[in-house]
């Protein structure tokens, strides 16, 4: 018996690998590595290298290993690109994993915790944002986890799934063995990490005009190993939710619910870019240069998380200071990306 941990080879997903290991769960990690880092996978883990819309695999899989439940991370991850390039998102994230979907059914396995995004809210009209908040992307990055919420959403009516939608704000941080390398990489803490170890010459701030105190944009910064207990916490409530509800009433039809089954994560306050930059600045001891460039496409001024559901769920975040969080991940860089520093 095992917890399938599709994307367990990247960033998020090998730390949540680690804590299920940790607590005594035997893990199997799919990973195309098209991302991903085999070294990232720990070592008390099986491995199987494929890909979440691969039927047979997934047959395979679910019957050797006795797969009893589904953490689903596997997906591209960047608003940039996914405004380039939104078919490319929209069938990674959300066509591709129905092929997961479909072979859980087949296997009769029903407990799924999906790894979904605050890019969901699109431009929130209010924060912090709350799971009932309005779901209107404004880029195909958040569109397609939307969707797939909804094919979720839909599975579990008709078919009995159980399942937890994940809604992130901004992971960030690492673990002693684990952190933060994504090829290219586009998000803000690694990158200010690489500008202040000279691997950059300077941070891009993306926008300086936003309705915001210092007119950067506004982000929820969450520790990694935080967000990692989560799922864990999201598994076990879904093994105790009692059997499947009765189809629904025929007479009395409604739209799925999609906040019923959204957590968000979050630590309820939030940061600009410039506050990020700043920090940094005091953790690595050094000035880190700074270039000012347009908006980047897609970006919501300020997402920040309402994340009482999730506490009241029994989820205790240990490391909510931003400095601690990006001292994490800068120890980790010390220690272990320094010989796989990106070529310039
Ligand atoms: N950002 C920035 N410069 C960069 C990368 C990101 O100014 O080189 C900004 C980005 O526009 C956003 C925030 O930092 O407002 C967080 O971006 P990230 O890509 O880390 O996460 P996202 O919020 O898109 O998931």
């Not at 399938?4 to 690998?17: M, Q």
């Not at 299920?20 to 996978?41: P, R, T, Y």
């Not at 959300?94 to 431009?123: C, E, K, Q």
Request: glycine share 8%; net charge neutral; proline share 7%.
């Amino acid at each position: 018996m095992a917890i399938l941990v599709t994307g367990g080879a990247g960033y998020i997903g090998s730390i949540v690998s680690e804590a299920l290991l940790e607590d005594g769960q035997a893990v199997v990690v799919l990973d195309n590595l098209s991302h991903g880092h085999a070294a990232a996978i720990p070592a008390g883990a099986k491995f199987v290298r494929g890909d979440v819309g691969d039927g047979e695999a997934l047959d395979a899989l679910f019957r050797q290993d006795r797969i009893t439940g589904v953490i689903h991370l596997a997906a591209y991850i960047e608003v940039g690109e996914s405004m380039r390039d939104p078919g490319k998102y929209l069938d990674n994230n959300f066509a591709r994993p129905l092929a997961l979907l479909a072979a859980m059914r087949r296997h009769g396995v029903r407990d799924f915790v999906l790894s979904s995004t605050a890019a969901v809210y699109g431009m929130p009209d209010a924060t912090p944002i709350e799971e009932n908040a309005p779901t209107r992307p404004i880029n195909a990055y958040g569109s397609s986890k939307l969707m797939l919420e909804t094919a979720l959403a839909w599975q579990t009516r008709s078919h009995g799934l159980r399942y937890a939608a994940l809604r992130y704000f901004n992971a960030a941080g690492a673990t002693a063995e684990r952190g933060e390398r994504h090829q290219p990489e586009s998000h803000l803490v690694p990158l200010v990490l690489e500008a202040a170890a000279g691997e950059r010459p300077e941070i891009a701030i993306f926008g300086q005009d936003y309705a915001t105190p210092d007119g950067t944009c506004i982000r929820d910064y969450i520790h990694v190993r935080d967000l990692a207990a989560a799922h864990l916490i999201a598994l076990r409530r879904l093994r105790e939710e009692p059997a499947p509800a009765p189809p629904e009433d025929a007479a009395a039809p409604s739209p799925p619910d999609l906040a019923a089954r959204a957590y968000n994560l979050g630590n309820g306050r939030g940061f600009s870019v410039r506050e990020v930059i700043a920090a940094a600045e005091r953790v690595c001891g050094k000035k880190i240069p700074v270039r000012l460039a347009p908006r980047r496409p897609g970006d919501a001024p300020r997402l920040v998380a309402a994340s009482a559901k999730m506490l009241a769920a029994g989820w205790r975040p240990q490391h909510t200071g931003l400095e601690e969080i990006i001292a994490s991940a800068w120890r980790w860089k010390r220690s272990h990306a320094a010989h796989e520093r990106p070529r310039s």
